[in-house]
């Protein structure tokens, strides 16, 4: 089945470590996303690649990096810069363009310990 | 400064009524609006979205309204089953983007609980 896979879905991360969350789709998708919820807040953007070998900041992009070497893979690591990591991460994927819906994973819960 | 509000964090209805999930917007120049559903435990999927130049779009028992003198749109779910109890999100996109993905500025949710 085509899909968008975040893994693990349940992190735990001690101050100071830098931490990587995995996200892989096989929709064949140009485009994917990495997106922050945090309670009584809306997803707010991270990273965005559209097309391998290309990435951009979202409006929250401080203390986060990202790669995407391969269309199917675009890894988030949570590094020690980011001074509130705890929440809820979502990855997404859509057709590059507009008017086309993304697809999401199911999420990677990170908490700091 | 929150674009997109979503001022009801919860809502409950009764098996088989209507839902209406609203949703208020600031900024004139969103021309694009989604709604994405979300169950517990899994991501946001897409449910129906409209463009500006309507004011309304249906899908079979999902409608979306969308009121532009207002800023203000509203999804309908008629009737409303048990298994719509999920996360409700409303997502504006500014003008020349076509509602491209990395331009949406999503609303805080509202959760909906459809009682049998």
């Known amino acids: 089945d085509g899909g968008i896979t975040q893994s693990p879905k349940y992190l735990f991360r001690k101050e100071g470590q830098n931490v990587t969350l995995s996200c892989e789709q096989n929709?064949?998708?140009?485009?994917m996303y990495w997106y922050r919820q945090d309670p009584g807040q809306g997803l707010r953007l991270i990273y965005y690649?559209?097309?391998?070998?290309?990435?951009q900041k979202g409006d929250i992009a401080e203390g986060y990096s990202v790669s995407r070497e391969k269309k199917e893979s675009f890894p988030l690591t949570v590094t020690s810069a980011q001074k509130n990591p705890t929440a809820f991460y979502l990855c997404?994927?859509?057709?590059?363009?507009?008017?086309?819906?993304?697809?999401f994973g199911q999420g990677t819960r990170l908490t700091v310990v | 400064d929150q674009q997109v509000k979503q001022n009801s964090p919860s809502l409950s209805v009764q098996e088989g009524r209507i839902s209406i999930l609203n949703c208020d917007y600031t900024?004139?120049?969103?021309?694009?609006f989604l709604w994405y559903k979300k169950y517990p435990a899994e991501g946001p999927t897409f449910l129906i979205s409209?463009?500006?130049?309507?004011d309304k779009n249906e899908d079979g028992r999902f409608t979306v309204f969308l009121n532009k003198s207002a800023k203000h749109l509203s999804l309908h779910i008629v009737p409303s089953q048990p298994g719509d109890s999920a996360v409700y999100f409303c997502?504006?996109?500014?003008?020349?983007?076509?509602?491209?993905?990395?331009?949406?500025?999503f609303g805080t949710g509202t959760l909906l609980a459809v009682q049998p």
């Open positions: 997404a994927s859509s057709i590059y363009g507009g008017n086309t819906e993304a697809f």
């Open positions: 929709l064949n998708h140009d485009a």
């Open positions: 690649s559209q097309i391998v070998n290309d990435f």
């Open positions: 900024n004139s120049m969103f021309d694009y």
């Open positions: 409209i463009s500006s130049i309507k």
């Open positions: 997502a504006a996109s500014p003008a020349g983007y076509g509602g491209a993905t990395n331009k949406l500025i």
